[in-house]
């Protein structure tokens, strides 16, 4: 089949993984392609090489219907890779994680592009079951817009407490860093806030913005990551068929039982399980104590509204 417009915007196995300029980056994919790329940025592992250039005009111009589009939306560092690699182990249904054009639009909103960029996200190989996006702290920004173009998906908004979302984040100089740059672009930190600051108000930010989404998302539940790590059968159990996936019980207990769950989501050949993670976090929750109560601190006196947001949370959970 000729590389046409028309034939791009017609199948996922023409993915439109990103914008150079006025040009939509077109990558060859297959069903093994997406399966094995844990991230379609620029981890992605394409089913050939070959990217094509098309201009995003022209891609408009001939993109898809929208269909309904099943989201993972997630604060980062809460298994939100974990939980996202499960459900495709449920189904056959499509799974993206982390596109990366949706992600510049965080950045760089654009109308056109945006609605080009969800049609294209729509897309399925067949099947009743809507495709699933994980996508990643910086969408959090488009939530309004997300669920404008599609008031009746399907969503789940996975959080961590504020406490443990610290000691996910804090945990290295990197994740630091990656905080104060999301604070600042996002959250509204000032230039020079420290790490508790910062940390506090991207995760208000957050926690504000999935409130906000539950309201104009009735399908859409939250989850709080803890739980799901605790319980992964029961959390696959209850989600899964919220989410447009099969919930068969025999299915989900292998899962849980299998190396999914006892390898490092993001790096398959890495042995980890929730039993290290708890070993960690017990860790860090003796080496942040100090940084853990300035944390609190930040929180308490930016947010007269966190019983609020608390409730709302809670109200909505899986």
């Known amino acids: 089949m000729s590389l046409t ?31 094995r790329s844990i991230f379609l940025d620029a981890r992605i592992f394409p089913a050939s090489e070959g990217a094509a250039l098309v201009p995003a005009v022209v891609l408009a111009e001939v993109a898809p219907v929208q269909r309904t589009t099943a989201w993972i939306f997630h604060v980062a560092h809460c298994g939100s890779t974990l939980l996202a690699r499960a459900l495709e182990a449920l189904s056959s249904s499509l799974v993206l994680r982390e596109p990366m054009a949706l992600r510049q639009l965080a950045f760089s909103h654009d109308p056109v592009r945006f609605r080009l960029v969800l049609a294209m996200l ?25 669920a404008a173009a599609d008031p009746a998906a399907p969503a789940v908004f996975l959080h ?17 860093g990656w905080v104060r740059e999301m604070a600042a672009r996002f959250a509204g930190a000032p230039a020079g806030a420290g790490d508790p ?48 996936r099969p919930a068969d019980p025999a299915r989900i207990a292998e899962v849980a039982a299998g190396p999914l769950f006892n390898t490092y989501s993001k790096r398959p050949g890495v042995a980890f399980d929730n039993a290290v993670r708890l070993e960690r976090r017990s860790l860090l929750l003796r080496d942040l104590d100090r940084e853990l109560a300035q944390v609190r601190m930040a929180a308490d006196r930016s947010a007269a509204d966190l019983a609020t947001l608390a409730a709302r949370i809670g109200a909505a959970a899986i």
Request: charged share 20%; aromatic share 8%.
């Open 5 to 35: 417009p028309a034939a791009i915007a017609a199948s996922p196995d023409h993915y439109l993984h990103s914008f150079e300029g006025a040009d939509g980056v077109i990558v060859p994919m297959d069903r093994a392609a997406y399966a």
């Open 122 to 146: 729509s897309r399925r190989y067949g099947g009743d079951e809507p495709t699933l996006v994980k996508a990643n702290v910086p969408v959090n920004a488009l939530l309004p817009a997300i």
């Open 160 to 176: 961590l407490g504020l406490e443990d979302y610290a000691l996910a984040v804090l945990r290295s100089p990197q994740h630091r």
């Open 197 to 244: 600051a910062s940390l506090a108000a991207l995760w208000l930010w957050q926690m504000r913005a999935f409130a906000a989404a539950l309201d104009a998302l009735p399908q859409a539940r939250t989850l709080d990551a803890e739980r799901f790590y605790a319980d992964p059968a029961r959390t696959l159990a209850a989600l899964a068929p919220r989410l447009g």
